[in-house]
């Protein structure tokens, strides 16, 4: 099992970036795909971007595709998420997620949550 603390978020203006953080707790981390999803007031959540055990994959959604960047490093349990040219439609809860096997797009793949963490774009 894994625990996620996700931070890094805040309120930033249109254009800028931020750079998300998720610690892992446990000695598993490398074992997990793990995968960014947000969820926006009044609308489902949503994938963001995954990337695969050692790093070397990763996937985006259309809507930050070449925006966003996702990363790992395994020896500090740690997945980022460098998000860069923020739009106010960026503004969401964003969450973390751990998958131990079949891990797509879909959040009910992902067995472990962080809390989340707010990020507010304003125009």
């Known amino acids: 099992q894994v625990q996620l603390e996700e931070s890094g978020g805040g309120l930033v203006q249109a254009g800028g970036s931020l750079r998300l953080s998720c610690a892992a707790s446990g000695r598993t981390f490398s074992t997990y795909r793990m995968g960014w999803f947000r969820q926006a007031p009044g609308k489902e959540r949503e994938f963001v971007a995954r990337i695969s055990l050692g790093g070397g994959a990763t996937n985006y959604a259309d809507s930050v595709k070449g925006r966003f960047t996702i990363s790992r490093d395994n020896a500090k349990n740690t997945v980022y998420l460098q998000m860069s040219s923020l739009k106010p439609e960026d503004t969401a809860i964003y969450y973390c997620?751990?998958?131990?096997?079949?891990?797509?797009?879909?959040?009910?793949?992902?067995?472990?949550w962080g809390q989340g963490t707010q990020v507010t774009v304003s125009s």
């Open positions: 997620a751990g998958c131990r096997s079949l891990c797509t797009t879909n959040s009910y793949d992902y067995n472990y």
